[in-house]
């Protein structure tokens, strides 16, 4: 089966510039999540949505940050402009529908953010 | 807010020793997750935790939900080379499924 899939893999520009960061989730699954993950902070939850509707996005750092997700099956995190301390690795993570337990969540390989 | 302390923050160990690292938590915690992270790429679940007490197994690896609902630890028994990554854990209280991350394990397994 298909796990989370993220694009691009890695990405290098120049500060100032706009970056969108994809996310495809596993089929079947409601809940989305976007994470950052750096030396210093480790992982940290940015915006996670449940039936594609944006439920908890107080880890957005800044009104640089956006979010979107269209449909069941994709989603976006835009940075406009990007600034050389948004230099991570950006994860995705999609989980499905709870049955009565708290459904593990299930992660992409990232996007190695680096901006110049 | 609530914050997770994974320890230790770091094990180099001989191939064939036993290894465990834990993660305790200031407030309780409905689930507990155990993920492995390797190089360029994205944390994958090792073994989920949905009861208080409950002590789960995946081949050599073994984690429990501690009676608190405060901690949990992970053991990985004759450790091979392959084991090598960084190990986090993670806690879930319920509502909306968000997860609060340990700071991981970096585990080093010298051949």
């Known amino acids: 089966d298909a796990g989370v899939i993220q694009s691009p893999r890695h990405e290098v520009t120049e500060m100032g510039q706009e970056v969108t960061l994809r996310c495809k989730p596993i089929s079947g699954h409601n809940s989305l999540f976007w994470y950052r993950q750096t030396m210093m902070r480790g992982l940290e939850l940015l915006i996670y949505f449940n039936n594609n509707v944006p439920i908890d996005d107080s880890g957005m750092p800044e009104d640089r940050f956006s979010a979107k997700m269209p449909n069941a099956s994709f989603s976006t995190l835009k940075i406009q402009p990007s600034e050389p301390r948004d230099s991570a690795v950006y994860f995705c993570a999609s989980s499905p529908p709870g049955t009565g337990v708290n459904q593990p969540q299930h992660f992409g390989d990232g996007t190695r953010l680096s901006i110049l | 807010g609530q914050q997770l302390n994974q320890s230790p923050q770091s094990m180099f160990i001989q191939e064939g020793e036993d290894v465990s690292m834990n993660c305790t938590s200031s407030?309780?915690?409905?689930?507990w997750l155990w993920y492995k992270q390797d190089p360029g790429e994205g944390p994958v679940l090792l073994i989920a935790l949905y009861k208080a007490g409950e002590l789960t197994s995946n081949g050599r690896l073994t984690a429990q939900f501690g009676i608190t609902r405060k901690d949990s630890f992970l053991n990985i028994s004759a450790s091979i080379p392959s084991d090598v990554g960084i190990y986090f854990c993670a806690g879930q209280l319920g509502a909306g499924n968000m997860l609060t991350f340990g700071g991981g394990t970096r585990l080093m397994v010298k051949p």
């Open positions: 407030s309780i915690f409905n689930t």
